[in-house]
């Protein structure tokens, strides 16, 4: 009797765990439908999102933008890259620098570089100003950033205002009279001298090499015309009252200009004293 009644509760315990076991595997099953659910609605979703995204990576160009294009592809990739992302160890991604930066790099000649070294040079522009113009707008279109405004950059500018500027945001580098100076690592900050209007305020805009950057929030468009028309209208035209600059580097070479002529002044004296007693 004991071994019949062990033998039916096995046998009903085995019965019992049937349905377990069916419960278990349409659970699986389930999860299983539901995964791939999940996986065709993401598909079909990237499906529809797929064109969106390809037109982002391939935006619709203006005529000028496509000009710069061309002349991009021509003289620019090897160095920036395709579509501007930047080449490592060449040259750095384009994309969000804006036309300012571009139209202060090719205009003034520092763009396309002939070598790497710690700074680029300015020399004589490769391109016209239409070319670096629609350089610029294909650099635009292609990844935004600041942009130098149209018309007159001086238009009601205060000249006592923008010396005070001047002096204050830019003369530690470039020196009081605009004519640079040196900076660290084989670095240097240029001469305004042969600097356009233009060229001034897309340096503010864009901070080339070591400059900061100087944007709207920093130096308004006011205070921007300022400062470019005290160097273009009184340091471009300092006649040098007092006669030789000295390159304008400001109190310093003076200074020491100065104490040269005293000190040799002084030695001659004391050789002219000795030699008449």
């Given amino acids: ?9 096995g046998l009903l315990a085995r019965l019992r765990g049937r349905p377990v076991a069916r419960s278990r595997g349409r659970r ?3 999860a299983a439908v539901r995964l791939a659910a999940a996986l065709m609605l993401a598909g079909g979703a990237y499906t529809v999102f797929a064109p969106g995204v390809q037109a982002q990576d391939n935006p619709t160009l203006s005529a000028a933008a496509n000009e710069g294009k061309a002349l991009f592809d021509v003289s620019c990739v090897t160095c920036h890259g395709r579509n ?6 060449r040259g750095p991604s384009l994309i969000g620098v804006g036309s300012a930066s571009v139209e202060f790099q090719v205009s003034s000649g520092r763009m396309p570089m002939a070598r790497q070294e710690a700074q ?3 020399k004589p522009p490769a391109f016209t100003d239409e070319q670096v113009r629609q350089l610029g707008q294909y650099i635009q279109e292609l990844g935004g950033g600041p942009q130098v405004p149209q018309g007159d950059l001086r238009e009601g500018a205060n000249l006592s205002t923008g010396g005070e500027l001047f002096r204050i945001n830019c003369s530690q580098c470039h020196a009081f009279g605009a004519g640079g100076g040196a900076l660290s690592s084989g670095k240097y900050a240029p001469s305004l001298k042969p600097a356009s209007d233009r060229q001034i305020y897309a340096a503010m805009l864009s901070g080339p090499q070591n400059m900061p950057v100087f944007g709207d929030n920093q130096i308004s468009p006011e205070q921007k015309a300022d400062i470019i028309a005290y160097i273009q209208e009184t340091l471009k035209h300092d006649q040098d009252q007092g006669g030789f600059n000295l390159g304008r580097y400001g109190p310093s070479t ?7 002529v005293g000190i040799v002044a002084l030695v001659f004296a004391s050789l002219w004293i000795a030699g008449k007693s």
Avoid: K, P, Y
Wanted: charged share 30%.
């Fill in 84 to 89: 501007a992302q930047g080449v490592e160890g």
């Fill in 254 to 260: 003076e200074g020491l200009a100065i104490f040269l």
């Fill in 1 to 9: 009797m004991t071994s019949d009644n062990d033998r039916r509760r």
């Fill in 28 to 30: 699986r099953l389930g």
């Fill in 120 to 122: 680029a040079m300015r």
